[in-house]
């Protein structure tokens, strides 16, 4: 049951990172704002969010191929710790993206919350893996697909 409500929770957070960093790509170039670092910070942010997000689909829609490819290219996702490093470091992404100034328009705010939300997202994850052994020891990544020889 936590596993399920970890995931979900994961796919809503990778809904407003992949919003968020299509956005801010959007903004920078109809802003005139040619800023290389911003665009490809705004592409990483939605790539980020779309990979998590795969991963996250896999506990709801049993996709072969995709769990094939996640695995291979991504297999840090498959553990607790993993993923728990990968929030935390997407979310420090997000909070590089931030200037220091006296108002922010609706693509910041949505740009911070995604930060804010898997900071903290990577936080509970930190509880998970010190403070319930026994979840993450129960943990089981999603495996349709694997035993297939593609490998």
Same mark, same amino acid.
């Given at each position: 049951m936590a596993q399920r409500a970890l995931s979900i929770l994961n796919l809503g957070i990778a809904c407003l990172m992949v919003a968020a960093g299509v956005l801010t790509f959007i903004?920078?170039?109809t802003n005139g704002d040619k800023d290389l670092l911003h665009l490809l910070s705004a592409v990483y942010m939605a790539m980020f969010g779309?990979?998590?997000g795969s991963y996250e689909i896999l506990w709801w829609m049993p996709?072969?191929?995709l769990n094939r490819w996640v695995r291979k290219n991504f297999g840090f996702l498959y553990g607790m710790r993993g993923k728990t490093v990968? @929030? /935390?470091f997407v979310a420090f992404l997000y909070f590089s993206l931030w200037q220091k100034k006296n108002s922010y328009d609706k693509t910041e705010i949505m740009t911070m919350s995604a930060g804010s939300a898997l900071f903290i997202n990577g936080l509970v994850h930190v509880v998970v893996l010190f403070r319930y052994?026994? @979840? /993450?020891n129960s943990y089981k990544a999603p495996?349709?697909?694997y035993d297939d020889d593609i490998f």
């Open positions: 903004k920078i170039l779309a990979l998590l996709l072969p191929w990968y @929030l /935390v052994k026994d @979840l /993450v495996s349709v697909g």
